[in-house]
Nanobody, 122 residues
Framework: QVQLVESGGGLVQAGGSLRLSCAAS????????TGWFRQAPGKEREFVAT????????YYADSVKGRFTISRDNAKNTVYLQMDNLKPEDTAVYYC???????????????WGQGTQVTVSS
């Protein structure tokens, strides 16, 4: 059974940090590119970051560039999203997803996790 499970969300003050994890099971995560997306209440889901299968290529939304870092440990079948200097506008449910190729289009992604809540207080 293919499954992606996010963890690491929580409540943090503005300027703080969180690290999200996306653990894959039922398939080898190195076979897929992985992306992070987020959805705030009343808003559409938006792209955050993506990483290629090997980890050699990464791409970020302008809103998080320089603050967030995506990485992967294929030996652990896990992808991470390090979030620093968090802002209240980063508050959202964060989802990880797997695709054959990395990109910012959510339609490219085949498998999705259930999401983890990130709340940033001002």
């Amino acid at each position: 059974q293919v499954q992606l499970v996010e963890s690491g969300g929580g409540l943090v003050q503005a300027g703080g940090s969180l690290r999200l994890s996306c653990a894959a099971s039922g398939f080898t995560s190195s076979s897929y590119a992985t992306g992070w997306f987020r959805q705030a209440p009343g808003k559409e889901r938006e792209f955050v970051a993506t990483i290629s299968r090997s980890g050699s290529f990464t791409y970020y939304a302008d809103s998080v560039k320089g603050r967030f870092t995506i990485s992967r440990d294929n030996a652990k079948n896990t992808v991470y999203l390090q979030m620093d200097n968090l802002k209240p506008e980063d508050t959202a449910v964060y989802y990880c997803a797997a695709a054959y190729n990395s990109g910012g289009d959510s339609g490219m992604y085949r498998y999705w996790g259930q999401g983890t809540q990130v709340t940033v207080s001002s």
